[in-house]
Nanobody, 123 residues
Framework: QVTLHESGGGSVQTGGSLRLSCAAS????????IAWFRQRPGKEREGVAA????????YYADSLSGRVFISRDYAKNMVILEMSRLKPEDSGMYYCAADPLGPNWYTPRYTYWGQGTQVTVSS
């Protein structure tokens, strides 16, 4: 069993940046595959970015490309999501997930989910 814990959310103004962290309770093959999702008010959960094993296997939602960067710290069992040039429409709950069950990285079917961290961007 793996537990994921997100941190780093908060309130920022438009144009600001945040660094979200997803810490896994332990390493397992499941945590080799980590994705970030968000759920904005009134909208379905959507993929933000994902990181798979290998140095170049990162994936980003087209709508966020260029404003987010995902990376991994193997020593800390942690995946980082750096977000910049934030907009009010980026506000929502951000979740990390591990061990994909769906056909692609952005399908929100994963074995493990964190509790989420809130991001609020004010204009």
């Amino acid at each position: 069993q793996v537990t994921l814990h997100e941190s780093g959310g908060g309130s920022v103004q438009t144009g600001g940046s945040l660094r979200l962290s997803c810490a896994a309770s332990k390493y397992s093959s499941s945590t080799d595959y980590i994705a970030w999702f968000r759920q904005r008010p009134g909208k379905e959960r959507e993929g933000v970015a994902a990181i798979w094993p290998g140095s170049d296997n990162t994936y980003y939602a087209d709508s966020l490309s260029g404003r987010v960067f995902i990376s991994r710290d193997y020593a800390k069992n942690m995946v980082i999501l750096e977000m910049s040039r934030l907009k009010p429409e980026d506000s929502g709950m951000y979740y990390c997930a591990a061990d994909p069950l769906g056909p692609n990285w952005y399908t929100p079917r994963y074995t493990y989910w964190g509790q989420g961290t809130q991001v609020t961007v004010s204009s």
